[in-house]
């Protein structure tokens, strides 16, 4: 079995894995609508070329993951597929030039110009404006190993990280990138570790650290932007598929079978907090009220007001599986996830009354 399909098959891989596997029996082979001969002459050629179809239904199709720029918001997915909304995700565009069709799983942006996608065939992509136009810096589908996530720390500095515990940093505003693990070597004697954890999630923490949702419980923590990374063994044995620093300097990790773990120690320690499901969470972000939004799979939403101490989980009538939830207009988020951008209420209470 290949590196790539232990990675799909593995009970702990990451979100974007498990959601292209549910879902991709059920897509058109690229959700082309209808075009006329000159746009399916060009749509043949950046097809002949590896770059992501044109199509103007990207936007409704599988999607991962997404950055909120303020004025802009870029999410990725399926097929190389990168979708710009400036209207807070009322209206969205296809980028114009992505010289990829690999499955991007991440995405982040330094500045409203300049980010990085990352996904399979460890595929590494930048734009400088904006998300219009991206090139290819990295690639390496002999290795068959995707990448799961992407973090700058500054302009410069850089982190890739994917399956086995592998991770590509770079020094240069990602024009090169070099190969790594984050498991230290001698290896501490921790459970699990020996299985070269899939690293889910890169995340910004406390201060200049920066940390990894791993498997098989784990997460990393990095205090030299991404050179060397300390293992932490938590309570739990499963995936973590996310994480954020909340705006009280506390943290945050969530994943599998309802796990959502806090701490208040910069990641020494960390607690469960009883979410009363068992849906898996990949994805959240905190709203500027400090409400905590996460969505996860089978139509799994989670509402904190308390700094993420209690969770309030409602469940979609569509059932389907999200990845990715930025803010957007007034009184609503945006999911993505497998039907690719819809809204959601930013209340549990507006959600459960219909509003």
Request: with cysteine; charged share 20%.
């Given at each position: ?37 000159e746009e ?96 290819l810096k ?155 939004v996460l ?61």
């Amino acid at each position: 079995m290949s590196k790539l399909n232990k990675a799909f098959k593995s009970g702990g891989t990451a979100l974007a894995a498990g959601l292209l596997m549910t879902c991709i029996a059920s897509l058109p082979a690229f959700a082309v609508a209808e075009v006329n001969e000159e746009e399916a002459v060009i749509i043949r050629e950046l097809e002949t070329k590896g770059y992501a179809t044109p199509s103007k239904l990207a936007a409704k199709t599988l999607l991962v993951a997404a950055a909120d720029l303020g004025d802009r918001i870029v999410a990725v997915g399926q097929f190389g597929h990168v979708v710009i909304s400036d209207d807070e995700g009322l209206t969205w565009h296809q980028a114009a030039e992505v010289p990829t069709q690999a499955l991007l799983t991440s995405v982040y942006f330094v500045d409203d110009k300049v980010g990085y996608a990352v996904g399979h065939d460890a595929t590494i992509i930048k734009t400088v404006d904006g998300g219009e136009h991206w090139e290819l810096k990295y690639d390496d589908p002999e290795a068959e190993m995707p990448l799961f996530s992407v973090k700058f720390v500054d302009p410069d500095h850089g982190v890739a990280v994917g399956a086995f515990s592998t991770a590509l940093t770079t020094k240069d505003g990602g024009e090169t990138w070099g190969l790594k693990s984050v498991i230290p070597d001698p290896a501490p004697p921790l459970e699990g570790l020996e299985y070269e954890p899939h690293l889910n999630a890169l995340f910004k923490g406390p201060g200049d650290s920066i940390f990894i949702a791993a498997e098989t419980g784990f997460v990393f923590r990095s205090f030299d932007q991404g050179l060397n990374w300390e293992p932490i063994k938590t309570p739990y044995f499963g995936s973590f598929w996310g994480g954020m620093t909340l705006n009280d300097g506390n943290m945050m990790i969530f994943g599998m079978r309802g796990n959502v773990w806090r701490s208040e120690d910069q990641g020494n320690t960390w607690t469960q907090v009883d979410t009363g499901s068992r849906k898996s969470f990949g994805g959240g972000v905190q709203l500027d009220d400090g409400t905590i939004v996460l969505a996860g799979l089978n139509g799994g939403v989670a509402y904190s007001t308390d700094g993420g101490r209690s969770f309030e989980v409602v469940d979609r009538p569509d059932r389907k599986g999200y990845s990715a939830v930025v803010d957007g207009p007034d009184g609503q988020v945006v999911l993505f996830g497998e039907p690719g951008v819809v809204m959601q209420p930013d209340t549990a209470e507006a959600f459960n009354s219909g509003s």
